[in-house]
């Protein structure tokens, strides 16, 4: 579901302000998306100084800093690189990353099942991103988008460990609030004064609060179950999302590359969902 919500971020980014940057669009939506988190957790009760008397804020930071590197390195290499490759890149290598990490640090061994799931989905990703557009090669761009998808699996395995012993909603406040202060400099250096138009606002509160605070907080919930290389795969239905958004909402023509690149990434879902639910 957290994922679904994240595929509304490429709609929202094309219906923003002209004068609007990838860079002021990814900080302004850490911000709100920090303080959404925030309200959420209070509203649950689970902002209290007791419970962040003992608060481990080294792997909060660490976690944090994953997040803020994830959107400077994705919006880096899809201004080096391009969109299509960028994308595939960027997103493709998270299950990947993610599937490593669990292993080395967690000892979480994928379920054979995770492969087959886990290439559909990264191939139809491949196909929806490189259906229609433009392609080139650009290497800074390529080693930009790695670093985005192995930063963001880093992100998930650092909250993964404070969520073993804290509620997930403040857990994500936490790790939100020192990704935003760590990206305070952007919003320095950067104009967004186009912010203040209704445009601008509403697809920064949207970004903000439904694709950032709202998905986050059901991301945690599944992360807490699943192990990271599972979790990563399943974000792969942002690009799904994003994808029938752009037809029926941008109006967008359908290909045949894309519709089987929705197809492959459907199945590679579903065949983990399978999985997911027996283990449940």
Not at 134 to 154: D, F, K, P, R
Request: glycine share 12%; with cysteine; aromatic share 8%.
């Amino acid at each position: 579901m957290g994922a679904s919500l994240w595929g509304t971020t490429g709609t929202a980014q094309a219906l923003a302000p002209a004068e609007s940057t990838p860079l002021t669009v990814g900080a302004l939506r850490q911000w709100v998306g920090a303080a959404g988190l925030l309200a959420i957790a209070a509203w649950r009760g689970e902002l209290s100084a007791g419970r962040l008397r003992h608060w481990p804020w080294g792997l909060t930071l660490v976690a944090g800093l994953c997040m803020a590197m994830y959107q400077l390195c994705f919006f880096s290499a899809v201004a080096r690189t391009g969109v299509a490759v960028g994308t595939v890149v960027g997103i493709g290598s998270a299950p990947i990353a993610g599937g490593l990490i669990g292993w080395l640090f967690r000892a979480e061994r994928p379920p054979l099942l995770w492969y087959p799931s886990t290439a559909l989905a990264v191939l139809g990703c491949s196909a929806l991103a490189l259906s229609g557009q433009g392609v080139w090669v650009n290497a800074w761009g390529l080693l930009l988008a790695l670093g985005a998808g192995t930063t963001y699996a880093l992100y998930a395995h650092f909250s993964k460990s404070i969520l073993l012993d804290h509620a997930p909603d403040l857990v994500m406040a936490m790790v939100f609030v020192c990704g935003a202060l760590l990206l305070l400099p952007v919003l320095i250096w950067q104009d967004w004064s186009w912010v203040w138009q209704p445009s601008g606002l509403g697809v920064v509160l949207h970004l903000g609060l439904v694709t950032t605070a709202l998905a986050y907080a059901l991301f945690a919930r599944g992360l807490g179950t699943v192990p990271i290389a599972t979790a990563m795969t399943l974000t792969l239905a942002e690009p799904l999302t994003a994808a029938v958004l752009g037809l029926v909402v941008l109006g967008e023509p359908l290909s045949l590359l894309s519709a089987g690149g929705m197809a492959c990434i459907l199945a590679g879902l579903f065949l983990l969902a399978q999985r997911a639910g027996r283990t449940a």
